[in-house]
C-alpha cells in the first residue's frame, strides 16, 4: 500500500514538474508569438471598430489572389516531388554504401539547409541569372522561369530527405529484404514489398517537411521570381511592405495558417506512426562497400548530382564574389555609401553574429525546458497541444511575425522597438522547434529507471535534471545550440522589418545590395552572401564533429 501511494506521488510530482517546465515556453510564445501575430490580424480585419469577416471571402475571390494561392500550391507540390526524385538515391547511398569521404560529403549535401533562403537565392542568381554561368557559357537564362525556383527549392531541401528517409533506411535490417529474396523475390520486388512499406512513414514526414518549407518559401522566390511568381509568403510582404495594405496581408495570413496547420497535424501524424511501428538495427552495422555495376553506378550518379546541384551555385557564388580584380569587391564592404547603409555593409557580420548569439541562448534555454516538458511519451493531449504549437513559427509568415512585433510591442511594459532585444527575440522563434526537434529524441532514449532511482533516493526534479539527463544529452544540446545558431544567422522575413538602418544584419544587406542596380552592389552582395555560407559551412562542420558516433540522420 506504502508503494503504491509512494508511486502516486511520485507520478503526481513528475507531472507537475512537467507542467512547471512548460510555464515559461508558454508564456514565451503567448507574448511574442501569439500576441504579434493576433495583434496584425486584428489590425488587418478591424475597420473603425467593425470585423470585416466578410473580406476573407472578397480577398479568396480576387483572381491575382488565386493566382498566388494556385501557385504556391502548384510549386511547392511539384519542388517536393521533384526533391524526392533526386534525393531517395542519395538517401540509399548515405544509408547503405561506405566509401571514402562518406562523411565529409553528407555534411557537404546539409550545407544548403543551413544556408539562408538569400543566399540560395543569390547563388542561383549568379549561376542561371543575367551574366550568370548559364548565360555566359550558352546565353541561357532561367531567372524569369520557374524552373529557377524548382531548383533552387531542390538545392535547400536535398538534406531533408538524404538525412529523414536515409537515417530510417541505415537502420532497418538488411536481413528482412535479403529473407524475401532467398523465398524467390526479384530485387525489385523485396524492396517494394518489404523495405518501402518501411520508409514509407519516413518518405512522407519528409515529404510534408519539405512541402512546408516550399509552400511557406520567402527568400528564393522574392529573389528569383521578380514580378512575375509570387508565393504567399511574398504576397503577404508586398500588400504588407509596398501596399500597406493589412487587411489583405491579414486574410492572406490566416489563410497560410489553416493550410500549415493542416500540414503539421499531418506531420505529427506521421511522425508518431514512425516511431511505433519499427523495428531497428544498428546503422553502423548495414552500410557495406559498394557490390555490383548498380551500386557503382548509383554511387556515380549521386556524386554528379551532389556537384551539379549543390556544388556548382556554391562555387559559382564564390567566383562572382571574385570577379573583380584585387578583391574590389570585399573591399568595397568596408566602406559608407550615404545611401541605403548608414554604416558599412562589413559591420553586418559582428551584428549577424551578436544576434545569432543571444538568439540562440533565447533558443536554447526555452526550447530546452520545452524538451524536457515533453520526454515521456505517454503525456496527455495538453502536452501534445504543446508540442504542435512549438512547430507554428516554422510554418507562420515570418513576415507576419516580423510586422507583428512593431505593431503589438511598442508600448510599456514591452516597447522593445527601439531595443536591439527585439531582433534575437524573433530569430529564437524559428531556432526553438530545431533545438526541441533535436533534444527530444535523446531525452526520450535516457532510461526511466535512471531518474527514478535519482528520485527514490530524494533528488528533487531539478537535481535529476543535472546529475541524469545533462550529462547524457550534452552533445544533443551542443548540436541543437548549433542548429539555432544557424537558423538564427539566416533568418530574413523577420529581421527585414526589425533590424535598423545602423544595424542591419547579413541576409538584410544582402537583399537590399540586390535591391539595387549596379555591378558594385551586385558584387558586393555576392561577396556577403559568401561570407554568409562560410560561417554558416563552419557552423555546419562543428555540428558534425559534435555528433561523432550519433549516425541517427535526424535533424
Not at 273 to 292: F, N, Q
Not at 461 to 488: C, H, K, N, T, Y
Amino acid at each position: 500500500m506504502d508503494l503504491a501511494r509512494t508511486e502516486v506521488t511520485r507520478r503526481r510530482s513528475g507531472n507537475a514538474a512537467r507542467l512547471a517546465l512548460m510555464v515559461v515556453p508558454v508564456a514565451f510564445f503567448a507574448v511574442f508569438f501569439a500576441y504579434p501575430v493576433a495583434a496584425i490580424v486584428a489590425r488587418g480585419l478591424d475597420d473603425g471598430g467593425d470585423w470585416q469577416l466578410g473580406r476573407i471571402a472578397d480577398v479568396v475571390a480576387q483572381p491575382d489572389i488565386r493566382h498566388v494561392l494556385w501557385f504556391t500550391t502548384w510549386q511547392a507540390l511539384v519542388s517536393t516531388a521533384l526533391t524526392l526524385l533526386v534525393a531517395l538515391p542519395g538517401a540509399y547511398v548515405f544509408a547503405r554504401l561506405d566509401f571514402p569521404g562518406k562523411q565529409v560529403l553528407r555534411a557537404v549535401v546539409t550545407v544548403p539547409f543551413v544556408l539562408p533562403t538569400v543566399v540560395v537565392g543569390t547563388a542561383f542568381l549568379a549561376l542561371v541569372g543575367r551574366g550568370g554561368l548559364l548565360d555566359e557559357l550558352w546565353g541561357v537564362r532561367l531567372d524569369t522561369t520557374v524552373w529557377a525556383i524548382l531548383l533552387a527549392h531542390v538545392f535547400f531541401n536535398y538534406a531533408v530527405v538524404v538525412r529523414t528517409v536515409g537515417g530510417l533506411w541505415a537502420q532497418l535490417d538488411p536481413r528482412q529484404e535479403d529473407a524475401a529474396r532467398m523465398l524467390g523475390a526479384s530485387r525489385l520486388r523485396a524492396w517494394r514489398t518489404v523495405t518501402l512499406p518501411a520508409l514509407t512513414p519516413a518518405v512522407a514526414a519528409a515529404a510534408l517537411m519539405v512541402f512546408l518549407f516550399t509552400f511557406t518559401s520567402f527568400g528564393v522566390v522574392q529573389i528569383l521570381g521578380g514580378p512575375t511568381f509570387s508565393t504567399l509568403e511574398v504576397e503577404i510582404y508586398r500588400q504588407t511592405s509596398d501596399l500597406f495594405d493589412l487587411a489583405t496581408a491579414a486574410v492572406l495570413t490566416l489563410v497560410q495558417f489553416a493550410a500549415v496547420g493542416a500540414i503539421l497535424a499531418v506531420h505529427a501524424w506521421t511522425v508518431r506512426r514512425r516511431e511505433s511501428a519499427l523495428r531497428l538495427v544498428d546503422a553502423s552495422a548495414t552500410a557495406h562497400r559498394p557490390r555490383g555495376a548498380g551500386q557503382w553506378a548509383l554511387l556515380a550518379g549521386t556524386l554528379v548530382s551532389v556537384a551539379l546541384l549543390v556544388l556548382l551555385p556554391l562555387a559559382v557564388l564564390v567566383q562572382r564574389s571574385l570577379d573583380a580584380p584585387g578583391f574590389s569587391y570585399y573591399r568595397a564592404l568596408t566602406s559608407e555609401d550615404g545611401g541605403m547603409f548608414l554604416v558599412p555593409p562589413i559591420d553586418a557580420i559582428g551584428n549577424s553574429l551578436r544576434y545569432a548569439v543571444a538568439a540562440t541562448l533565447i533558443a536554447v534555454v526555452i526550447g530546452g525546458l520545452a524538451a524536457a516538458a515533453l520526454t515521456r511519451r505517454d503525456a496527455g493531449p495538453l502536452v501534445r497541444g504543446f508540442d504542435a504549437l512549438l512547430m507554428l513559427p516554422l510554418g507562420v509568415s515570418a513576415v507576419t511575425v516580423g510586422f507583428g512585433f512593431l505593431i503589438a510591442l511598442d508600448e510599456p511594459p514591452l516597447d522593445l522597438r527601439a531595443s536591439w532585444i527585439i531582433v534575437p527575440l524573433a530569430q529564437a522563434l524559428v531556432g526553438v522547434p530545431f533545438v526541441v526537434r533535436t533534444m527530444l529524441p535523446v531525452l526520450r532514449a535516457v532510461d526511466e529507471r535512471l531518474r527514478e532511482a535519482a528520485a527514490v533516493l530524494g533528488a528533487s526534479p531539478w537535481r535529476v535534471w543535472r546529475e541524469v539527463d545533462l550529462p547524457l544529452v550534452r552533445r544533443a544540446l551542443l548540436i541543437a545550440a548549433g542548429f539555432a545558431f544557424a537558423v538564427s544567422l539566416g533568418e530574413f522575413g523577420a529581421t527585414v522589418f526589425l533590424a535598423r538602418p545602423d544595424n542591419p544584419t547579413l541576409p538584410v544587406a544582402v537583399a537590399r545590395l540586390l535591391s539595387r542596380p549596379g555591378e558594385l552592389n551586385y558584387g558586393q552582395a555576392m561577396a556577403l552572401s559568401t561570407i554568409l555560407m562560410v560561417v554558416c559551412a563552419a557552423a555546419l562542420l562543428v555540428l558534425e564533429r559534435l555528433r561523432g558516433a550519433d549516425r541517427t540522420g535526424e535533424f
